[in-house]
């Protein structure tokens, strides 16, 4: 994604993740990420004691943390945009399916949020872009 983003001048930032555990049910199935990203190949994983995940992110709610430095940021929205615009330069279809609000309400005020589904490729939706 990284190369992708470079590539095509998505604005993107590598500045790792923090999968935190709320509570020793959580915290036992970071393990399994553990093992799991290793044998993916990612590199620089450690799993952290709630100290230690304070340090990188002081107002983490959590027992215990996978850090994971070669995680990052992008707008996907624009990720989304260029995927759609390369499929259209090969020939195929890409469209709006559908839009719709998703309305919630927090501390009393009702918040409004619209997105879109996209389309692209043989009917089957492959790509989404929210506005949010």
């Known amino acids: 994604m990284v190369e992708f983003c470079t590539r095509h001048g998505i604005p993107h930032e590598v500045c790792g993740k923090l999968i935190v ?11 399994d ?6 044998a993916n190949g990612l590199e ?3 799993l952290l004691a ?9 107002h983490a709610g ?3 943390a996978l850090h994971v430095p070669s995680t990052g940021i992008t707008d996907y ?3 989304t945009a260029k995927y759609a615009e390369i499929a ?10 559908r839009k719709w609000w998703d309305l919630t ?21 492959i790509l989404r872009r929210g506005m949010w």
């Open 21 to 31: 555990a709320t509570n020793s049910e959580e915290a036992a199935r970071l393990e």
């Open 33 to 38: 990420l553990l093992a799991r990203g290793v």
């Open 44 to 46: 620089g994983l450690r």
């Open 50 to 58: 709630r100290e230690a995940m304070l340090e990188i992110e002081p």
């Open 62 to 64: 959590g027992v215990r």
């Open 77 to 79: 929205a624009a990720v």
């Open 88 to 97: 259209r330069q090969h020939g195929r279809k890409c469209g709006q399916a």
């Open 105 to 125: 309400v927090r501390e009393a005020r009702l918040e409004a949020r619209q997105a879109t589904q996209w389309w692209c490729g043989l009917g089957r939706e």
